[in-house]
Structure formats: C-alpha cells, structure tokens
C-alpha cells in the first residue's frame, strides 16, 4: 500500500490530565502515515486524485487545538478518526503524537501513543420474516450507510427461503451486503444489535421469527472468538440462505478458516444438499 508521511508536525495545544497543562499548554509532535493508493494521481499528475498533505496539515493542527482532553490517548483517537472520515481517498492512518513536555519528572526525549484507524471489509448477512419483510431490511441498510463509521458498498439480490431450526414460522426473506467501516467487530455488533432493536427484534425463540437479523459473516480475514463474536461465523457454510446472496457480491473472497472461495463453498453445500 501507498503512503504519505507527515513526520513531527509541532502544534502547541491544551491536552494533559493536570490543569496546568489545560490553562498553559505545551508542545506536541504529530506523525502521520496516510495509507492511499496514489496511482492515479502519479500516472495523471493530478493533486485532486490524492491528498493535500499542506491542507492536511492544517486540518490536523485545528483539529487537534479544537478540545482539551486529559489523556493524549483520547486526542488521538479522536484525530485519527476525524482525518480517515473526512478524506475518501484515505484507507487507514497510523497517527502517533509525542509529548516532550510530560511533566514525569524523569529525563525522557517524549511520551507518545500510537493510533491506528483503518477501513475494514465486512460482510453481513440479514434475514426478516415478520412484518414487512422488504421494509425491515431497506430500512437495516440505509441505517448501517447511514452511520458516518460504515459505508455500504454493495448488495445483494433478496431471496425467499424457508426456515432453519425452529420451522413453525414464515419464509425468510435473505440478502448479504459488503460494508467498510472503521469500527472493531465489537463496536459493530453492537451498533447492529442496536438497529435490530430499534426494528423491534425480540430473541424469545431460538432460530424463531425475528422483524430482522444482522449477522457479520466475514471481517476482512481476521479469525476471532471474543466473548461478544465469533469470525468467521461459525454456522455459515452450512447455511445456502446465507452463502447464495453472499456469493452474489464476493464469489471469491477467502473463508479465513475453510481456504475456500465462497463460490466453492456454496457449489460444495449445493451437491451435499442434493444428496440427501
């Protein structure tokens, strides 16, 4: 991947857990990292197809003067978000600000924090089979694009299909769509976990009726088993319902577990299915 460095950017600002570092502020350094891919606008000569690292800058220094925090911590977490939403171009950032003033009482050149934002692919299956099935998932959609955290790139056919599990229920309407968002897996089951109550989803049966389910498939190729999730979902390549819409947008994205092409799972579940 491309990137452009800013390397020490001096901003003198009012972030420190001491008043004093409030009230009189003190000198930071700021590096940046900007991943980007800067083919287009080396081939072409062309500022606008890149970023403007003296406008970037300037941004970043405003920025970062805007709100005293306690913990420099904060400051950067909060910059680095604001950088990677406000320019399309960017695809991560790795930010570290020093402190050289850090009132330790220890001989020390700085103290810093490292922050990393990136753009991650995920992708999420939703399923409704009460009320307006249609409505429920539209209505999912434009919320998850929405949020200023996730974009959605693409989206699937719907397909109706019958229920799994807890079968004394109506037929599921099913789609998957492909999302980049910078938030952690953690942070976006939540943030779905939300949208299905704001849809009134009620978990009272196992696999039973639900006004819309949000399930995270696949988080760029991570493998993880937290209390909150599980990734790649643990179910998935025994389900068509999930595998034939997510086919549709990412045939030959890699299982990170299984090594197989999503397109070869379904072809694989499809001739098992036909035997039994």
Not at 119 to 135: D, I, P, T
Not at 157 to 171: A, R
Not at 195 to 220: F, H, M, N, Q, S
Request: proline share 4%.
């Amino acid at each position: 991947m491309d990137s452009i460095l800013i390397n020490n950017l001096e901003i003198y600002a009012f972030h420190g857990v001491n008043q004093q570092e409030k009230e009189l502020g003190q000198k930071f350094l700021l590096s940046a990292k900007i991943f980007i891919d800067i083919k287009e606008a080396s081939q072409n000569d062309d500022l606008s197809k890149t970023v403007n690292y003296a406008k970037l800058c300037i941004d970043i220094e405003n920025e970062f003067k805007k709100c005293k925090y306690n913990l420099i911590e904060t400051a950067g977490d909060k910059l680095a978000e604001f950088v990677i939403l406000k320019y399309d171009f960017i695809k991560g950032i790795r930010l570290t600000i020093k402190k050289p003033w850090a009132p330790i009482g220890r001989p020390v050149s700085y103290v810093a924090v490292e922050i990393n934002k990136l753009w991650h692919n995920v992708y999420v299956s939703l399923g409704s089979n009460m009320g307006n099935k249609q409505e429920n998932i539209s209505k999912s959609i434009t919320m998850i694009d929405n949020s200023k955290y996730c974009k959605v790139i693409d989206i699937s056919s719907n397909y109706e299909t019958k229920p799994v599990g807890y079968l004394d229920q109506h037929n599921f309407l099913n789609c998957a769509i492909h999302v980049r968002t910078i938030l952690t897996p953690e942070q976006l089951i939540k943030f779905f976990m939300n949208i299905e109550k704001i849809l009134k989803r009620k978990r009272i049966i196992k696999w039973g009726p639900r006004t819309i389910d949000l399930d995270i498939l696949l988080y760029d190729n991570i493998i993880s088993d937290s209390r909150e999730i599980t990734i790649p979902h643990p179910r998935m390549h025994e389900r068509m319902f999930v595998l034939k819409p997510l086919s549709e947008i990412a045939p030959y994205v890699l299982h990170p577990i299984l090594k197989k092409r999503i397109f070869e799972i379904e072809n694989e579940l499809s001739k098992k299915q036909k035997l039994i």
